[in-house]
């Protein structure tokens, strides 16, 4: 099978950690495995494959230790969590040898799809697209991680905090997985390319020998209005660098003179470090800023931060007009969500107008650059004019020459 497709019903998810599926064969689960072992020895090599081969375990903790570097001072009881963050960073692995439900949720086989880059993200529509054993096959990480993040919420929401921070460490495995090239891909282990073992060999053995060479700027978290594009965003980029990887193996190869075979020597990882190290901590970093926007995201939604007026910009292309989107969600209590569409340089405003045609809050007034920005609106803060309650309430673009309004309904 070296360097070829396995057929498509017996390819599971075959020769890497991450595709270990407990219901599979033994033959499809391990490299190389080819003689057949009962299922407790089949039981207890996964539950070894995973302590040994996740992206790895050092770059998993590492993620989870220092996602908490970019939260604000706000969030002391997850700050204060930091080493057990880390230290149930492998969890959601180690479940893979006794849950067949949580394999498909460490990786997205993206470029399987046709046209992968305008992948649906609505899940029901794959599966009706796809159905399940093919979903599956290809693996679910994206909406594992909307599904985590939003029990995280609820779980803060009713001040379940020990519970809450088991799924945050969960919620950074998933994140670290997608930042991880090589869960992104159908080509994950190198095997469609000739660069059969290179999953182990980036993610795990390179980053261990250079763990001490990793590190992270702090930076600052964002709300993420809209999850689940947000994390195809950052698939997308993971994607874009599975070349790149393999490119570093060959290179690698190469130079150390190592031919595939047997065990490499020090010097291919130290190539391969040489080749792979920018981007490599780069994503790291990526992943840690992910996360901890995760965690800022789930606790403004559970309520136990009230932020002030924010705006982001969410895309770099450039809009053809000034165009207002509908408000999410909506029916709204007490937040809601508003992204709007900037053509050219100029000053925007964006209010909040009730149903009398009074102005009650401004949310954006200033220059603002050609993009797509969004803003959140916080009921509970004080109006301009009058009270806030239950209704039916206007919000109004204005920028250039053009108005642009909509309407959003309060229920409280």
């Not at 057990?84 to 479940?95: I, L, T, V, Y």
Request: aromatic share 12%; charged share 20%.
């Amino acid at each position: 099978m070296k360097g070829s497709r396995l057929p498509r019903r017996s390819r599971g998810r075959p020769r890497e950690y991450r595709r270990n599926d407990p219901s599979a064969s033994a033959e499809n689960q391990f490299h190389n495995l080819s003689l057949k072992i009962t299922s407790r020895s089949l039981l207890l090599v996964l539950m070894l494959s995973q302590t040994a081969f996740p992206w790895g375990s050092t770059a998993h903790r590492y993620i989870n230790r220092h996602g908490v570097v970019h939260l604000p001072p706000t969030m002391p009881q997850f700050i204060f969590q930091q080493s057990f963050f880390e230290s149930h960073a492998m969890d959601a692995d180690n479940r893979k040898s006794v849950d067949t439900a949580e394999y498909p949720k460490h990786f997205l086989d993206i470029d399987f799809y046709p046209n992968f880059t305008n992948l649906t993200r609505d899940f029901d529509s794959l599966l009706a697209q796809y159905g399940w054993t093919v979903v599956r096959e290809k693996g679910i990480l994206p909406w594992a991680t909307v599904w985590t993040l939003d029990s995280l919420t609820a779980q803060l929401s009713r001040g379940d905090w020990s519970q809450s921070y088991l799924t945050a460490s969960d919620l950074g495995h998933y994140v670290g997985d997608a930042h991880q090239p090589l869960h992104c891909t159908m080509n994950y282990n190198g095997q469609l390319t000739g660069n059969n073992g290179i999953h182990s060999r980036y993610e795990s053995t390179m980053i261990t020998n250079f763990s001490g060479s990793l590190y992270v700027t702090q930076d600052s978290v964002r709300y993420i209005a809209d999850p689940i594009n947000f994390i195809f965003d950052y698939i997308l980029h993971s994607q874009s660098l599975v070349d790149s990887v393999l490119q570093a193996d060959a290179y690698a190869k190469a130079a150390s003179g190592w031919n595939g075979q047997g065990t490499p020597p020090s010097s291919y990882y130290t190539f391969l470090w040489e080749r792979s190290s920018v981007y490599t901590i780069d994503q790291i970093q990526r992943a840690t800023v992910a996360l901890a926007s995760f965690w800022y995201t789930a606790w403004v939604d559970a309520g136990l931060i009230r932020p002030p007026l924010s705006v982001e910009g969410t895309g770099s292309v450039i809009p053809a007009e000034y165009s207002l989107d509908q408000n999410y969600p909506n029916p709204f209590n007490p937040l809601t969500n508003v992204v709007f569409h900037v053509r050219e340089n100029g000053w925007v405003r964006l209010s909040v107008f009730d149903a009398l045609g009074r102005e009650i809050a401004v949310l954006v007034d200033e220059r603002k650059e050609p993009g797509t920005y969004s803003v959140r609106w916080d009921s509970r803060q004080p109006a301009t004019q009058g009270t806030v309650s239950s209704g039916t309430y206007f919000y109004r673009l204005s920028g250039g020459n053009t108005f642009s309004t909509k309407k959003m309904l309060l229920i409280k």
